[in-house]
């Protein structure tokens, strides 16, 4: 178990917070955070493969059922319209973005990436815990309102 891994298992747990670990093939861990935003969704914490020592927090935001549908019934110039709108407004949010098809859904995936020393420890990943949460919410609402 690498040393990263184990610094999250014991923040988290030290923290109260419940998760569990999760297979991937581009991660050398990922630990899931159940229902972490308050909004359904789940926290997803981890380190890609190929780049260690680098915690990647973040959230995916799935679209409405509605909005599934408006967004689908849009041509590919209206589509792209859109998506650059959530573009610009996660970079107003100070997130790294990816527009993730998964499980039949349209999601935005929101993360904060941790790649120097410093921000490797129990009081700075709880703060970026926090600040996915806010973003996850700020993220939801900006998604209603763009359609």
């Not at 917070?17 to 861990?29: M, R």
């Not at 409405?64 to 709108?85: D, G, P, V, Y």
Request: aromatic share 10%.
């Amino acid at each position: 178990m690498s040393r990263l891994r184990d610094g999250v298992e014991r923040w988290l747990t030290h923290e109260n917070y419940s998760f569990k670990l999760s297979n991937t093939d581009d991660a050398s861990f990922k630990i899931l955070i159940k229902n972490g935003d308050g909004l359904g969704n789940n926290i997803e914490v981890f380190e890609p493969k190929d780049q260690e020592n680098i915690l990647v927090v973040g959230v995916k935001v799935s679209f409405h059922h509605k909005l599934i549908r408006r967004f689908l019934e849009l041509n590919e110039e209206e589509q792209e319209k859109i998506k650059t709108k959530i573009v610009d407004f996660c970079y107003s949010i100070k997130a790294v973005h990816k527009f993730v098809d998964e499980n039949g859904k349209k999601m935005v995936g929101v993360y904060i990436i941790l790649d120097k020393p410093e921000q490797l420890n129990q009081p700075f990943f709880i703060k970026t815990l926090q600040e996915v949460i806010e973003m996850s919410e700020k993220t939801n609402r900006f998604l209603i309102k763009a359609f």
